[in-house]
């Protein structure tokens, strides 16, 4: 399940999170990539340790636990800190599968990688390539959207950022481990989800709207990992 999710941030404030993005020190994103991610990838990274990157990623994870699509759609139950990475001359990274564990830093505990997503800083006029490849059982998608938007997708699903020829491109990325680790049952969830609330702003009254809830919390409640 690809889900795109609009306005993260509004205009004036990824203006304003890209503006540090632009004046940060930055290093080789190679040294966080795995053995053969690292033959692949073309980038750079802000350090993970830098204290820029700590504080834009806290930003980042306040207003995604504010933001229902993405509960919706991930169900979270934990998020790895938001990384910061950007691509220019010819920067890309090439076809590759997220790593299932990231370790905690300084915890000693894992995060099983069930959610990839990605946070545009941005828009698709200021750079060529760059898009967001993504296969999955049924297509190949190209994910190219407006700064401040998201998108959502399985970390099981190959994937590739194309070789950016002109511009820059702002991104930031994470991993979550969601209560439900199946991709379908997510999607069922979802979908299920939506059309609950769908229902609640057509006929509020709807006599089924109690039952289908609570169908919701029953399958969520059956199919979480904790």
Known sequence: MIIEIPEVFSRDEWREIRLLLETADWADGRATAGHRAARVKDNEQLPLDHPLARQLGDRV???LGQTPAFIASALPLRLLQPRFSRYDGRGRYGSHVDNALFPVPGSGDF???DISATLFFSDPEEYDGG???IEDTFATHQVK???????????SSLHRVE??????RYVSFMWAQ????SPERRRMLFE???????????VPEHSSLDELTHLYHNLLRHWSAT
């Open 131 to 133: 898009e967001l490849t």
């Open 178 to 181: 969601s209560f439900v680790a």
């Open 192 to 202: 299920l989800d939506g059309a609950i609330q769908q229902l609640s702003m057509d």
């Open 111 to 113: 995060v099983r990688s």
């Open 61 to 63: 994870l306040e207003r």
């Open 145 to 155: 959207l407006p700064a401040g938007h998201m998108v959502v997708y399985p970390s």
């Open 163 to 168: 070789p950016v020829t002109r511009g820059r």
